[in-house]
C-alpha cells in the first residue's frame, strides 16, 4: 500500500474519532437539551473555561476509560468481546472513500481529497455500513442475558430491511450517473440540467425561438434533485441502519436496559458509542456526496472558477494555475462542510423530534413502503434514461 494512502486513513481517523466524533457527541447533547428546555453541558470546565461544553466529551472519555471493563463469561465471550470492533473497523472504512473535494493540479503534482478511491465506491460503503450492523446480533446472540438476545433479534429485522432499501436506492443512482465511484458521482454533480427539458422529452416541443428563454433556468445536477424519491429512500434507510432514534428499538433504554449492550462497559462500551458517531458521520458524507453534490458549488463548475482565477476576464487580470487551484480547494472544502454541516444538524435532531418505532413498524415501514417505492424508482428511473439516452444510459 502506498504510503501516501496510510499516511491520509490515518490522517482521517485521526481527523474523525479526535475532531469530529467529540463535535457530534457536544452537538447532541446540546441539541437534545434545547428540545426539552434545559442548557446542557456547560459545567466542565478547565482552567476555569467551559468553553460552551465542549470540553464535555473529554469528561465523558476519561469517565469511560476510568471505568472498570469486567471480562465477559461464556462460551462465545471471545467473540462477544469482538462485537465493537465489528462494529467500529466498517464505519471508519466508510469514511475512506467519501471525497470531501475534487481533484486539483499544481504544476505537475495532483491534489486529491479522498483516502481511496475504488470504483465500486458506492457499493463498498453500502457493504462496510451492512457488516457493522452484525455487531448487534453478535453481541446479544452470544449471550446468555435474554434481554441481549432480544435486543439482538431486533437488530436482525434491521439488517434484514434497511439494506434492501439502501442497495435499491442505490440502483436508480447508478441508472442515472452511469458509475459507482463516488468521486465521480460528486463530479457528475458540477453540473446543471434544463428545468424545463422535459418539454422536449415528454411533448417533443423545441425549446426554440420565443421558448429559448426557457433553456435559461437551470438547476443543479444534485441527485436529490435528479433523483428525489431515492433521495428520501437512501436517507431513510441508512437512518434505519444506524439503530439511532427512532430506530433504535435493539437497545431501547426503558424496554431493554441497553438491549445487546448491557454486558457491555467500559472501553468496549465506549467502542460501541464511538462506532454510533463515526456512523452517523458516514451516513452525512453519503448523503452529501450522492445527492446533495459533494462538494461542487452550485452553478459554478469548477473549470469555470479556475480559468476564472487564473485567466481573468477583461481588466481583471488572473494570479495563475497554482493559486486558482487553491483558491478551487478553499471554496469546495468549505463548501463540503457547510453541507455536512446541514445534514448531521438534521440526522441529530431526528434524536428529539420522533418517538421510537417498534421493530414490526420497522418492518412494515420497509416492506410495505420503502421496498415498493425503491423498485417503482428505479423503473421511472430506467424509463427516462432509456428516453433520454436513446441506448439505456450506455
Not at 179 to 207: C, I, N, S
Not at 278 to 292: D, M, P, Q
Request: aromatic share 10%; charged share 10%; hydrophobic share 55%.
Amino acid at each position: 500500500m502506498p504510503v501516501g494512502t496510510i499516511a491520509g486513513a490515518l490522517l482521517a481517523i485521526v481527523g474523525v474519532v479526535g475532531v469530529l466524533v467529540p463535535l457530534v457527541a457536544w452537538a447532541e447533547r446540546k441539541q437534545a437539551a434545547l428540545v426539552q428546555g434545559r442548557l446542557g453541558p456547560r459545567r466542565t470546565e478547565l482552567a476555569g473555561i467551559s468553553a460552551l461544553g465542549l470540553l464535555q466529551p473529554l469528561a465523558d472519555l476519561l469517565k469511560i476509560l476510568g471505568k472498570g471493563d469486567p471480562p465477559l463469561k461464556g462460551p462465545m465471550a471471545r467473540l462477544r468481546g469482538m462485537a465493537p470492533l465489528v462494529a467500529l473497523i466498517p464505519v471508519l472504512s466508510v469514511i475512506a472513500v467519501i471525497p470531501v473535494a475534487s481533484t486539483y493540479r499544481f504544476g505537475d503534482a495532483t491534489l486529491r481529497f479522498v483516502v481511496a478511491d475504488p470504483a465500486w465506491g458506492l457499493l463498498y460503503a453500502l457493504v462496510a455500513s451492512i457488516l457493522a450492523l452484525y455487531a448487534g446480533v453478535i453481541a446479544g446472540l452470544t449471550s446468555s442475558d435474554p434481554l441481549a438476545r432480544l435486543g439482538a433479534l431486533r437488530s436482525l429485522s434491521h439488517l434484514f430491511c434497511a439494506p434492501v432499501v439502501l442497495g435499491l436506492a442505490a440502483v436508480s443512482v447508478f441508472l442515472v450517473y452511469q458509475t459507482l465511484a463516488l468521486p465521480e458521482m460528486a463530479q457528475a454533480q458540477d453540473a446543471t440540467f434544463r428545468v424545463f427539458g422535459f418539454l422536449e422529452f415528454l411533448f417533443g416541443v423545441p425549446l426554440t425561438g420565443g421558448l429559448a428563454v426557457l433553456t435559461w433556468f437551470t438547476l443543479p445536477a444534485w441527485g436529490a434533485l435528479l433523483q428525489p424519491l431515492g433521495f428520501l429512500l437512501f436517507a431513510a434507510a441508512a437512518v434505519v441502519g444506524t439503530g439511532r432514534a427512532p430506530f433504535d428499538a435493539p437497545t431501547a433504554g426503558p424496554e431493554l436496559a441497553g438491549g445487546h449492550l448491557r454486558e457491555y462497559a467500559g472501553v468496549r462500551l465506549g467502542l460501541f458509542q464511538l462506532a454510533d458517531h463515526v456512523a452517523v458521520l458516514g451516513v452525512a458524507g453519503l448523503l452529501v456526496t450522492v445527492f446533495l453534490g459533494g462538494w461542487s458549488i452550485p452553478w459554478l463548475p469548477q473549470a469555470h472558477l479556475v480559468d476564472f482565477v487564473a485567466r481573468g476576464v477583461g481588466s481583471f487580470q488572473g494570479f495563475g494555475s497554482g493559486f486558482a487551484n487553491g483558491v478551487c480547494v478553499s471554496l469546495h472544502l468549505i463548501c463540503f462542510a457547510g453541507k455536512f454541516g446541514i445534514v448531521l444538524w438534521v440526522l441529530i435532531a431526528l434524536r428529539g423530534g420522533l418517538s421510537r418505532f417498534r421493530s414490526d413498524q420497522v418492518i412494515a415501514l420497509c416492506w410495505g413502503i420503502l421496498v415498493p417505492l425503491a423498485f417503482l424508482n428505479i423503473f421511472m428511473t430506467a424509463w427516462v434514461v432509456l428516453g433520454v439516452t436513446g441506448q439505456g444510459g450506455n
